[in-house]
């Protein structure tokens, strides 16, 4: 097995009160988060160093603040990213951290983050506002029994990280009732968020952001994304914008994440400030994995080392990557009958379907193009990310 780096971008949680100061003492850190700080229309700067603990919880404040801090600390590690980008296996975020994972793999611009994030907590502070809602997390008990749990109290699996680590969500009423039954040998540990994210409760959210995304340019990653959905890798630009859309009030399947992480051979997690959370789940759930939690700027080159020695090439190459078709996840390929003979494929055409022990997902052609070959045969196993067919898109030489 070679080397496999995965970089993960934490979500809403992870900041803490002055955790940006070190890294302003950078000139060019401090201008280049003044621009996207600008960007946002928010003092981020203050935020990060000033403010206490209850202030950047509040969320219109915290996924900005995330972001940007992501997307900086990044031209930080890698400053000349088309290197980095035929080093990186694969990125992922959670949550929030998913607008910094798709920008890192140019999906969308720094600048269109900034925007959407920015959007994105003023509409979940929004709808949060409306219900009485918030998150509990679950620690320990019977994975089983926790979720038929959490599902009883006709509350939501939010987010599941995991082995042990499940954040239950939902109103106030049903979160309190689910305290005086809680499951088994489980820990409850109640989590000062505004409301009950990724439910149902964030619907107004979801089309606020739905409405803005219909104006945002897009660009096939180029590196692989895994999506907090389901975890599968997604290659088409706009699906990716489309799921961190829906998201909004759609569980974070972490562990689905992880296991994808682990159908790639991942040797070597690097979590973005402010790092550790991600870093925490991933020591428990991936054993063997090597993990860096980049906190400080002192430890950037420590972090360059950590991508130098885990970073090889990933399978989509670096040159433009839209007229690639990737596997979303690990299984068995099986070519679909439209595409067998054809020399030229429609837009959004089924080229056939991955199939693994969990499901089967079908695959296809977003933009069409003429075949230039395919590089897998119907029955191959397939890993995610990994490119299936080559296409020259219509119109060009």
């Not at 054809?342 to 693994?356: K, M, N, Q, Y």
Request: hydrophobic share 45%; charged share 20%.
């Amino acid at each position: 097995m070679g080397l496999v780096l995965v970089i993960v971008a934490p979500g809403q949680g992870a900041q803490t009160p002055g955790f940006l100061t070190p890294w302003l003492e950078d000139p060019v850190f401090a201008a280049r988060f003044d621009w996207l700080a600008t960007v946002a229309g928010i003092d981020l700067a203050h935020y990060g160093t000033e403010a206490d603990a209850e202030t950047i919880r509040d969320t219109k404040i915290a996924q900005p603040l995330l972001v940007a801090t992501g997307l900086v600390a990044a031209l930080d590690l890698f400053p000349h990213p088309a290197d980095a980008f035929s080093r990186i296996g694969a990125v992922a975020g959670h949550s929030v951290g998913e607008l910094t994972a798709a920008a890192g793999a140019r999906a969308i611009t720094a600048e269109q983050a900034m925007v959407l994030v920015r959007e994105r907590g003023n509409a979940m502070a929004d709808a949060a506002a409306v219900t009485a809602t918030g998150m509990t997390a679950v620690l320990g008990g019977d994975r089983e029994e926790v979720l038929a749990s959490v599902e009883r109290h006709g509350l939501t699996a939010a987010n599941d990280n995991g082995p042990g680590q499940v954040v239950a969500a939902g109103t106030m009423e049903q979160l309190a009732a689910f305290a005086e039954d809680p499951p088994a040998k489980a820990r409850l540990m109640p989590l000062s968020v505004a409301g009950a994210f990724h439910t149902t409760h964030m619907g107004p959210a979801v089309d606020r952001l739905a409405s803005l995304a219909r104006s945002v340019s897009t660009h096939d990653p180029r590196t692989p994304v895994i999506s907090n959905r389901d975890g599968q890798v997604v290659h088409d630009g706009r699906e990716v914008l489309r799921r961190i859309v829906g998201q909004i009030a759609n569980p974070v399947r972490w562990d689905l994440c992880m296991e994808t992480m682990s159908d790639l051979g991942v040797t070597g997690i690097l979590e973005m400030p402010p790092a550790g959370t991600l870093t925490g789940i991933a020591k428990r759930a991936l054993k063997g994995v090597e993990t860096f939690a980049l906190k400080t700027p002192d430890q950037l080159d420590a972090a360059r080392e950590f991508c130098d020695k885990h970073g090889e090439a990933s399978m989509i190459e670096t040159t433009p990557t839209w007229r690639m078709i990737v596997s979303p996840a690990k299984g068995t390929f099986h070519l679909s009958s439209e595409a067998v003979e054809r020399d030229v494929l429609v837009p959004g055409v089924v080229i056939g379907a991955v199939a693994s022990l969990r499901d089967r997902t079908e695959i296809t052609a977003p933009h069409g193009g003429s075949v230039v070959e395919w590089l897998v045969e119907d029955g191959d196993l397939v890993s995610p990310g990994q490119p299936l067919l080559r296409l020259h898109p219509e119109g060009s030489s």
